[in-house]
């Protein structure tokens, strides 16, 4: 079975978290970083990872 861990996407410019998305810390063991749409900032900014709950 995958191990696959729970991240939260956090908007680098207003601080919202947008996006809930998984990864495998094995194959991926760095922050997952991805240029995604804001809703807040109404543009595509950075996300970065942060804690799942």
Do not use: G, W
């Amino acid at each position: 079975m995958a191990d696959r861990k729970r991240v939260r996407l956090e908007c680098t410019v207003c601080k919202e978290i947008n996006y809930l998305t998984y990864r495998n810390p094995k194959s991926a063991p760095e922050k997952l970083e991805l240029n995604k749409f804001c809703n807040r900032c109404r543009k595509v900014t950075l996300h970065k990872e942060s804690k799942a709950k």
